[in-house]
């Protein structure tokens, strides 16, 4: 008996010579070149298909689009494209990973478990936010860390928005467009945006920049009714009357479960070898987002992706598994 229930548990650890964790661009370039290599990738695609490029509108500086592209279709493409070459695209989230053998072990949704020759990581990042109660409470209630997903919600409204980099200002004026004015609340004298994004954002005349200002606290019971502000110079405060809460304040790497595995800097970002993919796990590759924290653009990712499948080719080539 004890041996017949040994014998089930290994039939059920599946083996893959290339294992890409995450869907984003990273992940799919790594896959359109491990499958064009016949290296057999299987995809396991995380609990955001397509990552962050799903939940952003027309993406503007990706070389071969001179249109622009909706993020969205985009991720479809990348998708389309892996699959043809044979990319086994699955859903399903990585929950636990065991780096010590020559083998890697990977664990999908605490149950399924995979043993890789190579591991391809493109887990990107995920949005921050503030960490007011008030926030989690409301969130998904009139917060939201998207306004393309959500901004259509509050068509006609008053709506606030945290944050002043690129991200910030593009959701601003995007929101702008839709909403009857947008409280923009800068925490800094200055915004952290490209000068093209900032004009953009101070030429809507229905976007009202606060500089120096900070939100307390959203107000609201079941749905977002207000936002409690104050000045960090002078202390004063003041409430805006707002029915959504946009926060764009950066993003995360998606990077928890490498935590003791891999080496990270203090923010999570995983750190690589110098103009190469690899980690310091021989097999284990990072690429995109989740090792990126300064140009964290789509096509880098997907250059890093494609470093990453190159790299791993290679690895299993030198141990003889291709
Ligand atoms: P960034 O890290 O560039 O900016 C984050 C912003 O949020 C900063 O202005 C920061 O303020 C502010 N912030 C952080 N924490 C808080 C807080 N607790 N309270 C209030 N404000 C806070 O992130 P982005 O997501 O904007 O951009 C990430 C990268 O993606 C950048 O490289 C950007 O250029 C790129 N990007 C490019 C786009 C494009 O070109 N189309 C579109 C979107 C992003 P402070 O400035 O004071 O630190």
Same mark, same amino acid.
């Given at each position: 008996?004890?041996?017949?229930?040994?014998?089930?548990?290994?039939?059920?650890?599946?083996?893959?010579?290339?294992?890409?964790?995450?869907?984003?661009?990273?992940?799919?370039?790594?896959?359109?070149?491990?499958?064009?290599?016949?290296?057999?990738?299987?995809?396991?695609?995380?609990?955001?298909?397509?990552?962050?490029?799903?939940?952003?509108?027309?993406?503007?500086?990706?070389?071969?689009?001179?249109?622009?592209?909706?993020?969205?279709?985009?991720?479809?493409?990348?998708?389309?494209?892996?699959?043809?070459?044979?990319?086994?695209?699955?859903?399903?989230?990585?929950?636990?990973?065991?780096?010590?053998?020559?083998?890697?072990?990977?664990?999908?949704?605490?149950?399924?478990?995979?043993?890789?020759?190579?591991?391809?990581?493109?887990?990107?990042?995920?949005?921050?936010?503030?960490?007011?109660?008030?926030?989690?409470?409301?969130?998904?209630?009139?917060?939201?860390?998207?306004a393309?997903?959500?901004g259509?919600?509050y068509?006609?409204q008053d709506v606030a928005i945290?944050?002043?980099?690129?991200?910030a200002?593009?959701e601003a004026t995007y929101l702008s467009k839709l909403c009857n004015k947008v409280f923009m609340l800068?925490?800094?004298?200055?915004?952290?945006?490209?000068?093209?994004?900032?004009?953009?954002v101070?030429?809507a005349p229905n976007i009202e920049v606060?500089?120096?200002?900070?939100?307390?606290?959203?107000?609201?019971?079941?749905?977002?009714?207000?936002?409690?502000?104050?000045?960090?110079?002078?202390?004063?405060?003041?409430?805006l009357?707002i029915?959504g809460?946009f926060?764009?304040?950066?993003?995360?790497?998606? *990077?928890? /479960?490498?935590?003791?595995?891999?080496?990270? %800097?203090?923010?999570?970002?995983?750190?690589? @070898? $110098?103009? =190469?993919?690899? *980690?310091? /796990?021989?097999?284990?590759?990072?690429?995109? %987002?989740?090792?990126?924290?300064?140009?964290? @653009? $789509?096509? =880098?990712?997907?250059?890093?992706?494609?470093?990453?499948?190159?790299?791993?080719?290679?690895?299993?080539?030198?141990?003889?598994?291709?």
């Amino acid at each position: 008996m004890a041996d017949e229930n040994k014998s089930n548990h290994t039939e059920e650890v599946e083996h893959v010579k290339c294992l890409i964790i995450g869907s984003g661009p990273a992940g799919y370039t790594a896959a359109i070149y491990a499958a064009r290599a016949d290296m057999s990738p299987v995809m396991y695609q995380g609990l955001q298909p397509g990552g962050q490029l799903t939940i952003t509108n027309d993406v503007e500086n990706y070389p071969g689009y001179p249109d622009g592209i909706n993020g969205p279709e985009m991720m479809i493409d990348f998708q389309k494209q892996a699959e043809r070459f044979g990319t086994d695209v699955r859903f399903g989230m990585v929950t636990k990973v065991d780096f010590t053998g020559p083998v890697h072990k990977v664990w999908v949704d605490d149950k399924k478990e995979i043993t890789a020759d190579s591991v391809i990581i493109s887990t990107g990042a995920s949005a921050k936010w503030l960490g007011l109660e008030s926030e989690q409470r409301l969130n998904g209630f009139g917060v939201s860390a998207c306004a393309v997903c959500d901004g259509f919600f509050y068509k006609g409204q008053d709506v606030a928005i945290v944050g002043a980099g690129d991200t910030a200002a593009e959701e601003a004026t995007y929101l702008s467009k839709l909403c009857n004015k947008v409280f923009m609340l800068v925490r800094r004298d200055e915004f952290r945006a490209s000068n093209i994004m900032q004009q953009r954002v101070l030429e809507a005349p229905n976007i009202e920049v606060m500089y120096n200002t900070e939100a307390k606290e959203v107000l609201g019971d079941k749905a977002v009714e207000g936002v409690r502000v104050f000045n960090n110079q002078s202390g004063e405060e003041q409430t805006l009357d707002i029915t959504g809460f946009f926060v764009a304040i950066g993003h995360k790497p998606n *990077t928890d /479960i490498f935590k003791g595995w891999l080496d990270m %800097d203090e923010v999570g970002y995983l750190k690589v @070898q $110098a103009g =190469t993919s690899k *980690t310091k /796990i021989p097999g284990v590759f990072a690429s995109g %987002d989740a090792a990126d924290k300064v140009y964290r @653009q $789509a096509v =880098t990712a997907a250059g890093t992706g494609c470093m990453a499948a190159l790299d791993a080719e290679r690895y299993l080539t030198e141990i003889g598994k291709h």
